[in-house]
Nanobody, 119 residues
């Protein structure tokens, strides 16, 4: 059974930084593509960023480009999201997601971690 467990969320002032972690188990992490999504109150879940299984290809939503960085440590089965220059509009529940090699969609999701940015 696949488990994704996020951590690192919290309350931070605008302009500050947070680092989220997502530890995976139950899948071959080194061959899984990983991503972060977020959902703000009253809004639909949206894509934040993704990282290929080899770590060589990244993609970011325009709203976070230049501020957020996704990375992975295959030895620790963990993906990270470094968030800098945080803005109040970054406030959301952040979800980690995994996609097995060859899959079309992200089929595995964590429970989410709350990030709140105060102005």
């Amino acid at each position: 059974q696949v488990h994704l467990v996020e951590s690192g969320g919290g309350l931070v002032q605008a302009g500050g930084s947070l680092r989220l972690s997502c530890e995976a188990s139950g899948l071959t992490f080194s061959s899984a593509s990983m991503a972060w999504f977020r959902q703000a109150p009253g809004k639909e879940r949206e894509f934040v960023c993704a990282l290929s299984w080899r770590g060589g290809t990244t993609s970011y939503a325009d709203s976070v480009k230049g501020r957020f960085t996704i990375s992975r440590d295959n030895a620790k089965n963990t993906v990270y999201l470094q968030m800098n220059s945080l803005k109040p509009e970054d406030t959301a529940v952040y979800y980690c997601a995994a996609k097995r090699a060859g899959a079309w969609e992200y089929g595995y999701w964590g429970q989410g971690t709350q990030v709140t940015v105060s102005s």
